[in-house]
């Protein structure tokens, strides 16, 4: 099963809303990262929280901890029409030696309208 | 697109023949990452390299093979394409706190 599972699978919202995704993870972790991919690019990353961080913000970005829950949300506010795509959690590999490798969640799917 | 360029960003082949994929890098990252993206399955690591020479396998590493003789360049290789490597590649480098920046992928499709 995936390391980080975002909640919902799709939203969709009206301009000016705010946006919620949230993501769960199983094992410990030292970092948790958001990226998001529009239609057939590449993913892009937003922001790394850190374990020992509860909240951080990035512009229109913010994004919560909960170590305890193995849990995390992102917050877009006053979302636009441009902030449609898919949006992924990440966490590092558990166990041995990472390089670097990550595992990702399905994604949440943000649709914003005009 | 943090200096990452895949090549060729589509193609069409036919089950059984090889095809490579190329991943170029100029930012002198150590790490590089191949990635194969589906419905339903997310992203999902195929190879990775630590250094020149140095590769291991990924989640799903049946099917392919990888080379790195230089820093810049990660070779994704299948040696005998099947319809269920049809997919979407990404390639992608680490950065120094460990995020990954991501090349614009490669649409495969093996009829």
């Known amino acids: 099963s995936q390391q980080g599972e975002e909640d919902p699978q799709a939203l969709s919202i009206q301009e000016g809303e705010n946006a919620t995704m949230n993501c769960s993870y199983k094992?410990?972790?030292?970092?948790l990262q958001w990226y998001r991919q529009n239609s057939g690019r590449g993913l892009v990353h937003l922001i790394l929280?850190?374990?020992?961080?509860r909240e951080k913000h990035s512009g229109r970005l913010r994004v919560t901890l909960d170590t305890s829950k193995k849990s995390s949300s992102l917050l877009i506010t006053a979302s636009r029409a441009a902030d449609t795509a898919s949006y992924f959690c990440?966490?590092?590999?558990?166990?041995?030696?990472?390089?670097?490798?990550?595992?990702f969640g399905q994604g949440t799917i943000l649709t914003v309208h005009p | 697109d943090a200096g990452i360029t895949q090549s060729p960003r589509h193609k069409v082949t036919e089950t059984g023949t090889p095809v490579t994929l190329r991943c170029h890098q100029t930012?002198?990252?150590?790490?590089m990452y191949w990635y194969r993206q589906d419905p339903g399955h997310g992203l999902r690591l195929i190879h990775y390299?630590?250094?020149?020479?140095?590769?291991d396998k990924g989640e799903v590493s049946d099917g392919y093979s990888v080379s790195r003789s230089k820093t810049e360049d990660f070779l994704l290789t299948l040696e005998s394409a099947t319809s269920s490597q049809t997919s979407v590649y990404f390639c992608?480098?680490?950065?120094?706190?460990?995020?990954?920046?991501f090349g614009p992928g490669t649409r495969l499709t093996v009829l």
């Open positions: 992608a480098i680490s950065g120094i706190y460990n995020e990954q920046f």
């Open positions: 094992t410990s972790i030292n970092n």
């Open positions: 929280i850190r374990s020992n961080e």
């Open positions: 990440a966490t590092p590999r558990a166990g041995g030696t990472s390089y670097g490798k990550l595992t």
């Open positions: 930012e002198n990252h150590r790490y």
């Open positions: 390299s630590y250094g020149v020479k140095d590769t």
